[in-house]
């Protein structure tokens, strides 16, 4: 039983959060040259705006929302059912990276980036999915990334809340196939973004949030449940997953020069 995709997205409802800057900004953009309407959220309402000024005015709902409020959550749902009356496909973004090693650890960024990257897309599905179920239709896409596939340096919060991500969407696929409502697991590799500025190191495979948002889309489209990218590099880390302990920590030490 293989799950549905979008096979255009002209006309169809989605809701972007995170879509003030980056890969979720990418993709409202093409999702606008698509036909679709987009509502677009996030914390910074001066770049959603200007994200609007460049949309066709009847096709866009700027609703700037916390991820950590689930009230505000809820309500700019509540605002898309009513001035749409339906919402195909919510594609979450949204998320905060802070480079972290054992000697820095900080329970207070570790904290925050739990509740923006892990709880935060939990409250966006608990919105979302009632209507969902109701109707046996609908998709939910998520933004992980390839970091959730295991332990990588500086990712000492980053990385449990991407794999927190992983599990999330495997259970929700289990759950939700038989609903009819389709779930998209999004592992980019690395993006280049106002997070990954962050990096000192030379990140492989390096990738523009267009090219991101291309493979996010076109994933979507196909109904894949596993959207991963670039291939070359998301790829690479898979085959580490599988691998003895000792073996997968001599690569990493070998070719992660930081």
Same mark, same amino acid.
């Given at each position: 039983?293989?799950?549905?995709? #979008?096979?255009?997205? +002209? ?8 879509? +003030? ?9 093409? &999702? ?14 001066e770049?959603l ?13 700027t609703? %700037? ?7 505000? #959550? ?12 339906? $919402? ?5 973004? +949204? /998320?905060?990276?802070a480079?972290?090693r054992a ?25 979302? $999915?009632?209507?969902? &179920? ?5 998709? #939910? ?6 970091? /959730?596939? +295991? ?12 794999a ?11 759950? &939700?196939? %038989? ?18 500025a ?20 076109q ?10 990218? %670039? ?14 302990? %000792?073996?997968?920590?001599? #690569? ?7």
């Amino acid at each position: 039983m293989k799950q549905k995709g #979008i096979h255009h997205f +002209s006309g169809k409802c989605v809701w972007v959060i995170g879509a +003030s800057s980056g890969i979720g900004q990418a993709c409202a953009t093409a &999702l606008f040259a698509a036909g679709a309407k987009v509502a677009i959220s996030g914390r910074r309402a001066e770049q959603l705006k200007q994200l609007a000024n460049n949309a066709p005015g009847e096709r866009v709902l700027t609703l %700037p929302v916390d991820v950590t409020n689930a009230s505000q #959550i809820t309500q700019a749902h509540q605002q898309i059912l009513e001035c749409w009356g339906k $919402l195909d496909l919510l594609l979450f973004v +949204s /998320g905060m990276y802070a480079p972290m090693r054992a000697n820095e650890l900080d329970m207070t960024l570790v904290e925050k980036t739990i509740n923006t990257n892990l709880l935060g897309p939990m409250r966006a599905v608990a919105a979302v $999915l009632p209507a969902m &179920l109701k109707k046996h239709e609908g998709h #939910i896409a998520i933004v992980g990334s390839v970091a /959730g596939y +295991s332990g990588l340096p500086k990712a000492l919060a980053y990385g449990p809340s991407k794999a927190g991500i992983i599990n999330f969407c495997e259970t929700l696929y289990y759950d &939700l196939l %038989p609903q009819g409502v389709s779930v998209h697991m999004i592992s980019p590799g690395f993006v280049a973004t106002e997070a990954t500025a962050q990096n000192d190191f030379e990140m492989p495979a390096l990738m523009t949030p267009e090219q991101a948002a291309k493979e996010i889309l076109q994933g979507i489209k196909d109904g894949e449940f596993d959207i991963h990218f %670039p291939k070359r590099f998301s790829g690479f880390l898979k085959l580490l997953r599988i691998l003895p302990y %000792p073996l997968y920590f001599w #690569i990493v030490r070998r070719f992660v020069k930081i």
